[in-house]
């Protein structure tokens, strides 16, 4: 392991790589929890061991990989938000658009993320959207990641008043009905013990975060499904004729339907996919190899995160084809990097618990929603903190931004978020470039984008 990972080289021993791996996986398992709420049979409608089969080895699997081939502190997991857009794509098809096909999509966005990253057209990318888009980007899939979280929890609800339709209280992602009444309320804490559990994890989570405590998220989760015990909502009886070995029944392994995918024409769903995975999967990596020390040496720096970027693109066909959404790199694993992590050591050891992590599948998989939707708006509380990295006194950077963040929440979709914002960057650039003095640069790449999203809404209309 000395002469593999060159420990010594990079400061740091076998105990430090060890500690650093638990650590990082301890601050990021909850996705083995929250993970089916997306996907699962609630969401997107993916067999539920299916969905803990393909989290647990997908994060494993590439996260061993990262660590043997980039030789880099850095752990990956289907990612939040991207999850989240998997189960409005499903959810807001009306039936169109199967489970199988929208993994087709995720597979090909993959492969596209691989061209990408060999050709450095990935890089070209980065340059061309501007800062302040990237940040807006995080913070608007963060607030739609808390209004999922917030629903999935009964903290709020949503009712609508239309023939034939009395009650979308349940509602999970987008639903269009026109000529409909809709009203947002504060859920029934009172009577409701699914929205009282809510209630009582964002305080516990709160606390724990306050607390500066390893692995809130997924001690709160645990605790969560403690009280959720004697309120009738964790249901521990399956326990008595659990199967801890892992079991290989209802597995999605290989279910995605490409053809499918192409046939129904989801390229907007992949270029939405490989989209957002391009900046969140860029700002993790940089940021977590800085924090590493991993640019002492530039040159060597850069070598290993372009690989990493590479692990990276693999990592999302791979996630398809095992039976989950986007597989990408998790900014947790700065708590390992906290630790001491500093080579793929960490990573290997993250990795190969996460496969470990399949012999306790049966008690995963009966932590109740209402102990994992708290969880949603904590990730929301983290990914808003990047608001503070647009310049709001600069309109041409705050308007564009704005839209990108509200845009996504209040309209259900990512897609639309990125896309509002890309528009209007190009728009108000290009008048404050003719009628002031004020010259903004906007990349010929940039217009690119902002006509193939005039084109979409023109063809194929906003739903």
Known sequence: MERFFKLREHGTNVKTELIAGLTTFITMAYILF?????????????????????????????????????????????????????????????????WQAALGAVFLSGIIFIILTITRVRQLLLVAVPQSLKMAITVGIGLFVTIVGLKLGNVISVSATVTGITDVSQLAGPVTVRGSNFQLALGDFVHNKDTLLSLIGLFVIGVLMVMRIRGALLIGIILLTLIGIPMGLTDVSTLSHAQWLPSFDNLAVGQLDIKGAIGLGLFEIVFIFTFVELFDTFGTLVGTAERAGLFKNRKEGEKKVSKAMLVDAVGVSAGAVLGTSTITSYVESTSGVAAGGRTGLTAVTTGVLFILALFIAPLALMVPSAATAPALVIVGVLMMSQVRHIVWDDFMQAFPAFLTIIFMPFTNGIANGISAGIVAYVVLGFFCNIFTGHKVKVHWLMWILAIIVICRYIFLGSE
């Open 34 to 98: 929250v993970n089916n709420l997306f996907l699962g049979p609630d969401g997107a409608g993916i067999p539920a061991q299916g969905v803990f089969f393909a989290t647990a080895v997908g994060a494993g699997l590439v996260t061993i990989l990262m660590g043997l081939f980039a030789n880099i502190p850095v752990a990956l997991a289907p990612g939040m938000g991207l999850n989240a857009y998997f189960m409005t794509v499903v959810l807001g098809s009306n039936g169109m658009i199967t």
